[in-house]
C-alpha cells in the first residue's frame, strides 16, 4: 500500500447490510464491523487508507437498507464500477447500492436532516424461519387500534430520556441532551407471503439516541399485550425515567431505513445489478 496519499475528492455511497453478519456498524477492535469491512475493501481498491463515516451507527444485529457513508477517494477511482466492485468483496451481508461523488462539505451524519427507521414485528402464533433474522415474533395478538393511540404522545419535540440508553458522563464534559424531535411515528398492517400478520413500525426524527427505537417499540408492544395503556406513554415521557418504559425490542427487527439531506435522499439509485 502506497504511503503517500493521492488526490482525492468526497464520495457517497447508499449501502444495505444484514446485520446479522456484524458486530454493529462502528468499528470495533477485534470483531467484524460494517465500517470496517467496507473502509478495508475501499483500502485495498485505493491503495492507501480510506476512512469511513455513516449517517446512523447502528448496534450489533440491526441492519441498514438505506445507510450513506461519505469517505474521499482518488480522483480516478472508476466510481461507475465501484458498488459492483465493493459489494463482491464485503459479502456477505453488503450490498451497495449506489455511489456518487458529493460536495467537499458534505458529511453522512452532519449534513443529514433526518433519519427514518423501520422495526418488524411477526405478529402470529408460528415462528417463520424466512423471517426470522430481520422479525421479532411476538406470538400472543397485539392490539393494533390501541398501539395507533399510543404513538401520537412521540411527535414532536422531547425528552426522550425514558426510552434512551443514556452514555456514560465524561469528566469536564456537559451532560448530552437527549431530546429529539420526532416528525413521524406510526406503525401498518401486511401479510407475509405465508400469509402470517407483520407490524411494521415507521419512526423519523432528526436524530435518535441509544437504543430509543428499540424502547419505543419495546413500550408500544406492551401496550398492544395491554400491558400498559396509550395514555402511559404521555407520563413515560414526562417522568424521563428509564424503569418507567416497558421492555427493549430485541435488535434484529431493526432497520435503518432511509437518511434525508437538503434536497434528495440520496440522488436516484441506478439498479446496478439489472
Known amino acids: 500500500m502506497n504511503t503517500s496519499e493521492p488526490a482525492t475528492r468526497r464520495a457517497r455511497l447508499l449501502i444495505a447490510y444484514e446485520g446479522s453478519h456484524f ?13 470496517g469491512v467496507i ?44 458498488p459492483r466492485r465493493l459489494t463482491k468483496m464485503c459479502a456477505p451481508g453488503v450490498v451497495v447500492r449506489a455511489a456518487e461523488w458529493a460536495a467537499p462539505d458534505f458529511h453522512a451524519r452532519f449534513s443529514a436532516y433526518w433519519r427514518h427507521y423501520r422495526y418488524t414485528v411477526l405478529n402470529d402464533p408460528v415462528a417463520d424461519p424466512f423471517l426470522a433474522a430481520t422479525a421479532w415474533h411476538v ?64 419512526i423519523r426524527a432528526n436524530a435518535f439516541c441509544h437504543q430509543m427505537v428499540r424502547s419505543i417499540v419495546g413500550t408500544l408492544v406492551d401496550v398492544g399485550l395491554r400491558k400498559l395503556t396509550p395514555g ?25 431505513w432511509e437518511v434525508g439531506y437538503d434536497q434528495d435522499v440520496f440522488i436516484r439509485p441506478r439498479e446496478i445489478f439489472g
Open 23 to 35: 458486530s454493529g456498524f462502528a468499528i470495533n477492535e477485534g470483531v467484524r464491523s460494517v465500517a
Open 39 to 82: 473502509g478495508d475493501a475501499l483500502s485495498l481498491i485505493s491503495r492507501f487508507p480510506v476512512h469511513i463515516t455513516g449517517a446512523g451507527r447502528t448496534d450489533a444485529g440491526v441492519h441498514g437498507w438505506g445507510q450513506v457513508i461519505t469517505c474521499d477517494l482518488p480522483l480516478d477511482i472508476d466510481l461507475e464500477n465501484l
Open 139 to 202: 406470538p400472543q395478538e397485539l392490539d393494533l387500534p390501541l398501539m395507533y393511540l399510543a404513538c401520537d404522545p412521540l411527535i414532536g419535540e422531547h425528552d426522550f430520556s425514558a426510552f434512551c440508553r443514556k452514555p456514560k458522563p465524561v469528566e469536564g464534559e456537559k451532560e448530552p441532551s437527549m431530546f429529539r424531535e420526532v416528525t413521524q411515528a406510526r406503525w401498518s398492517e401486511h401479510t407475509s407471503e405465508r400469509g402470517a400478520r407483520v407490524l411494521r413500525f415507521e
Open 232 to 256: 402511559a406513554m404521555s407520563g413515560i415521557l414526562r417522568s424521563g425515567a428509564r424503569t418507567e418504559a416497558g421492555q427493549v425490542a430485541p435488535a434484529h427487527g431493526l432497520c435503518l
